[in-house]
């Protein structure tokens, strides 16, 4: 399984981004799409997942903020974020999970600064 992410870039606080990442390779219908991000010295945090059925949770922080969604037929995942701010800067990951196995992206850098 690859993905590729895509979407981050430079924003001003209370800004709004939108990641998108692809899936691609042997695929199976049950699996989670997510997004975890990570700050320098930090461990890997959960931002939100979704899985098949559309069924999605979100880190705290993202409640009400961030959105995920997916196209199931192109395999892809997105998530769209508002209201952002510096504490929100950091490389944000897009990962896949089926049947045990997990997978990661490049990795996507988000700036908030203004």
């Known amino acids: 399984v690859q993905l590729q992410a895509s979407g981050g870039g430079l924003v001003q606080p209370g800004g709004s981004l939108r990641l998108s990442c692809a899936a691609s390779g042997r695929l199976f219908g049950a699996n989670v799409m997510g997004w975890y991000r990570q700050t320098l010295g930090n461990q890997r945090e959960l931002v939100a997942r979704?899985?098949?059925?559309?069924?999605?949770d979100y880190a705290p922080f993202a409640k009400g903020r961030f959105t995920i969604s997916r196209d199931r037929v192109k395999n892809m995942v997105f998530l769209q974020m508002n209201s952002l701010t510096p504490d929100d800067t950091a490389v944000y990951y897009c990962?896949?999970?089926?049947?045990?196995?997990?997978?990661w992206g490049q990795g996507t850098l988000v700036t908030v600064s203004s």
């Open positions: 979704i899985i098949s059925n559309g069924a999605a």
């Open positions: 990962n896949f999970q089926q049947r045990g196995n997990g997978y």
